[in-house]
């Protein structure tokens, strides 16, 4: 079993840059893969990144791409989203997940059973 709590949301003027941590418990995360996901107001969750934990390659989608970056921090089991250049479409609940995944499975989020709780990230003026 895996607990996940991340940390580090706040508010953040557009341009201004962000880091988000994923802290891990209950278990080693090797082996596992992780997802990055955010929820707006009124929109579905939606698959931000994910991170290979044992050979430390990182995916992102496409809106967020060249923008965030995905980490880890393997001494503290903990992964961590760096964003840079952030913009109002940014603002949402961000959440971690985990799971033992295929490549192909990482966007979709019905395939992570552990999920932190959430941290929120707003972006204004």
């Known amino acids: 079993q895996v607990q996940l709590v991340e940390a580090g949301g706040g508010l953040v003027h557009p341009g201004g840059s962000l880091t988000l941590s994923c802290a891990a418990t209950?278990?080693?995360?090797?082996?596992?893969?992780l997802g990055w996901f955010r929820q707006a107001p009124g929109k579905d969750r939606e698959y931000v990144g994910a991170?290979?934990?044992?050979?430390?390659?990182?995916y992102y989608a496409d809106s967020v791409k060249g923008r965030f970056t995905i980490t880890r921090d393997s001494a503290k089991n903990t992964m961590h989203l760096q964003m840079n250049n952030l913009k109002a479409e940014d603002k949402a609940v961000y959440y971690c997940a985990a799971g033992r995944l295929i490549l192909s499975s990482l966007p979709f989020e019905r395939h992570y059973p552990y999920w932190g709780q959430g941290t929120q990230v707003t972006v204004s003026s």
């Open positions: 209950g278990s080693s995360l090797s082996g596992y893969r």
């Open positions: 991170f290979s934990w044992n050979d430390r390659r990182a």
